[in-house]
T-cell receptor
Framework: EAQVTQNPRYLITVTGKKLTVTCSQN?????MSWYRQDPGLGLRQIYY???????DKGDVPEGYKVSRKEKRNFPLILESPSPNQTSLYFCASSLSWQGTYEQYFGPGTRLTVT | GENVEQHPSTLSVQEGDSAVIKCTYS??????FPWYKQELGKRPQLIIDIRSNVGEKKDQRIAVTLNKTAKHFSLHITETQPEDSAVYFC??????????FGPGTRLSVLP
């Protein structure tokens, strides 16, 4: 089954404790991205990747890191989480950054930082 | 950078009526405009999209129109049904850059 998976789905952590949210897709997609969703603000792109070893900042990259060592995986790293990073996070992938290809979203990760 | 505005933020319609959601964008280089539907507790899913070289696209009860000169695009849903109740997001994309989404419209279809 073609899908985007994220883990964990729910996470409660404390300020400053490094964490990683994994994202994996099995569709051989080139383009992957991370979004955060906050009430009234819609979906804001954090980072995106057009292919292996190619990443770039979205609109809200501060406090986040990503890597794209393999085509299928695109982990999101919070090295020192803060309460303002409490949010719902979505990973997404699409066939290519060129042209009009549907983005497929993962199920979401709800993160709470206390 | 790109900025996408979306109106209204909430919309209530009677079942069977039409619903229209409007978005404006700021970057004239944007060339792809998707619309996503997000049901409560679910992930966003694409419902329709349009490229910058097309003025209108229709898929059954859903249509999207694009006015490049005015830099706005709209989602039209006809014969609304209760299952159309959800949050709808528009987005704008410049190839090779980042996607920018609007803040969303909560549509309620009243039986």
């Amino acid at each position: 089954e073609a899908q985007v998976t994220q883990n964990p789905r729910y996470l409660i952590t404390v300020t400053g404790k490094k964490l990683t949210v994994t994202c994996s897709q099995n569709m051989n997609h080139e383009y992957m991205s991370w979004y955060r969703q906050d009430p009234g603000l819609g979906l804001r792109q954090i980072y995106y990747s057009m292919n292996v070893e190619v990443t770039d900042k979205g609109d809200v990259p501060e406090g986040y890191k990503v890597s794209r060592k393999e085509k299928r995986n695109f982990p999101l790293i919070l090295e020192s989480p803060s309460p303002n990073q409490t949010s719902l996070y979505f990973c997404a992938s699409s066939l290519s950054w060129q042209g009009t290809y549907e983005q497929y979203f993962g199920p979401g990760t709800r993160l709470t930082v206390t | 950078g790109e900025n996408v505005e979306q109106h209204p933020s909430t919309l209530s319609v009677q079942e069977g009526d039409s619903a229209v959601i409007k978005c404006t964008y700021s970057d004239s280089a944007s060339n792809y405009f998707p619309w996503y539907k997000q049901e409560l507790g679910k992930r966003p899913q694409l419902i329709i999209d349009i490229r910058s070289n097309v003025g209108e696209k229709k898929d059954q009860r859903i249509a999207v129109t694009l006015n490049k000169t005015a830099k706005h695009f709209s989602l039209h849903i006809t014969e609304t049904q209760p299952e159309d109740s959800a949050v709808y997001f528009c987005a704008a994309y410049v190839y090779g850059q980042n996607f920018v989404f609007g803040p969303g419209t909560r549509l309620s279809v009243l039986p």
